[in-house]
């Protein structure tokens, strides 16, 4: 038997291609594979809404090339009532998961976690490395979906049972399509407790000298906040899926209710209850929310008093009200139920901590906004799309007093009111978050600058064109317009056709925008202008290390921590900030009163 | 490469949220820090914790699940759990204490007390022993229950069962590997403290899911 001992082996960084391109077990390069899986799933979410908008307006126009992909589903290329609710499960499917949550959480906090608490790597690399392939590998089974038996299902990214669980006699899709669908979901939420396993463990124990909690970035704090609470929701969205494959493929009746007859046909299921999965679903569904959210706003936070030159008005609330959002986040679930039969108690029960999670997200936006008084605001894409951010949180959320209220909600729910307040505040909100942290990270990512004047660009383009395709939802749905329908040419909804007819082309044309951006980012990664160390000012430690950052981050060095996160406007050797690893002492005592405009 | 050092390494870590950047207290052999923080045990143990609040939130859900189906249907019939069961729980509870025994072993050996210790993975390898009995008892439960006519999808309380034990059983078999981890790095001198006092946590918590869940498959709400 050895000796206990410690073998202290010198590893240089990988040399070949897959060991450093592939299956890396480094956090920088598992960042920019959630990225590009992320933008991937964007293209083709946004096509998916592309197919559905026009289908809309112009039902009977033919798509060229989509009855190639589904002859069932298309035929000709002319879209079925059927295929338009599985683009749309597959829309809000690829968006939720694949978008909103991997590319502000799993994406750049990947890459810059590690590099901000001034570690270099996550805590257990290889199970980051596992975590991004478990994700990818759950990606696959629901790309999968558009390819097998009569193509993707049709219930919905919330899968309500049962028609989500009685198989192929609930539509086309529900066969192969939906199984597919509940296995990529379980093995997604896999790979993301792993991920949040991993944030949670570096952030605790990996911080270097110096690095107190309350010395972290915002959207480090934004991360850890973020990785606690995926870590609960998708532990419950997990057993959730398993009893749904069960249902599905075991003749169990966890979810399908006993005597229900589909098609003239009765079910051989006894006593499950469809309730229950609602309850499970929503109990992670309300926490996803968040978890897409709460990334965006704390990059967004970090971008803005970078871009202020002033640090924000409080820096701890702004953490704690992030942890209030996270808190409060569990105890609002029934709010996306309040149609279902709730008891009118229980409904109010939901009510409250509901309007009382606007309490935290105001003193965010006051926070943000009432920062600007005695900045130096720089205009750059990063700060017009942190800012943009901030306008869509606001204008989408306000949407969210009424629907929290059961006496509105009743009237409003499954209508095109609730589809404008989740597409801004959650989607667009999250996505210009993500925007904002590409053009501000992209010099550290790829050590080249992208062009400003396509940034800004694209900034103003998609901002016109994002209020311009949702806010007319507010207006449909407290029209009566329903969700869900793939034609409205009664006589109810025909009057509305003309905002329908509007909302398509503002689509069509936002969605074209984007393009300018992708040529942004891949004509910059190869051509851009060289970046340096810190292009942007910044005081944070990303920025204290080359651009891109050696493979072990600070080159073996650790920095070590002096400052808060933010110390701007003040007079130092290096200009109007200080960074955190620097260990200049500070002259000025920071008070707000003393930062006249 | 390589330096060997014969004293067992000790972390010493300052205050809890100090941001101590505790790895500069532990000399890299070379300048590569990263060897060193593979080495680091901390995290381990902070990993573990967190992933048992993750199965217990797992778990939780699944009771919750199996309360309200239980409470709401007429048509729960209540399994008679197969005797077997017990003799498994046993088979647990006694893993349980000779992976501590180990765990103590191995404390006093690497902590240079009793050089003499001439095999300090016995206990570990009973522990292993104990836990492919766990897994075989429990497959027996399996082939009983099914000789019986209780499938998966016979009654909402077999699909519990089934659900509850089969769950756990994929959990046990993870602490085996772990265990089997232990066992490698133990052979091979590199074997931290922390990874050791990781596996163990995990196996005893899954002696009290085991508990619990046996609690819940018994009761009838």
Known sequence: MHDTAVHATHHGPPTSFIRKHIFSVDHKVIGKQYYALGLFSVLVGMVLSWIMRLHLVWPNFAIPGLGLLSPAGAPGGVVTPEYYLQLMTMHGTLMVFFVLTNVPFAGFGNYFLPIQIGADDMAFPRFNMMSFWVTFVGACFLFAAFFVGDGPPLAGWTAYAPLSTLGKITGPGEDVGQTLWAISIGIF????????????????????????????????????????????????????????????????????????????QLQPHSGGSPLLWQHLFWFFGHPEVYIAILPAAGIVSHILVNSYRRPLLSHKVVIYSMMAIGFLSYMVWGHHMFVSGMNPVSALAFSFPTLVITIPATILTLIWVGSLYGSKLRINSASLFALGFVSMFVAGGVSGFFLAQPSIDIYLHATYFVVGHFHMVMGVAAIFGMFAGTYFWFPKMTGRMMNETLGKAHFWFTFVGAYCIFMPFHYLGLAGNVRRYSTFVDDFMGPLMPVHKFISIAALCTGAVQLIFLYNLLHSRFWGKPASANPWEGTSLEWSTSSPPPWDNFGGKHPVVYHDPYQYGIESSTGDYVMQDSPEQIQTVRDDKKLTP | MATTTHEPPRVERIGGSSGSGWRNLVPPATRNLRSVQDRSGEPAKTGVWVGLAAITMSFAAFTSAMVVRQGTAPDWRHLALPHILYLNTAILLASSVTLELSRRHIATYMGGLRLSAQYPARWLYITLFLGVLFVAGQYAAWLQLRSQGWYVATNPSSSFFYVFTWIHAMHVLGGLGGLVAVISKLRRGVLRRSTLDATSHYWHFMDALWLYLLFLLITKF
């Open chain 1, 189 to 264: 939420c896999i790979g993301q407790l792993l991920g949040s396993l991993n944030f949670i463990a570096t952030t605790l124990d990996l911080r270097t000298k110096g690095m107190t909690f309350m010395r972290m970035p915002l959207c480090t704090w934004a991360w850890f906040i973020t990785s606690c609470i995926g870590l609960l929701a998708f532990a419950v969205l997990l057993p959730a899926c398993i009893l749904m494959i069960l249902d599905r493929v075991a003749g169990t009746s966890f979810f399908i209710p006993g005597g229900l007859v589909v098609n003239d």
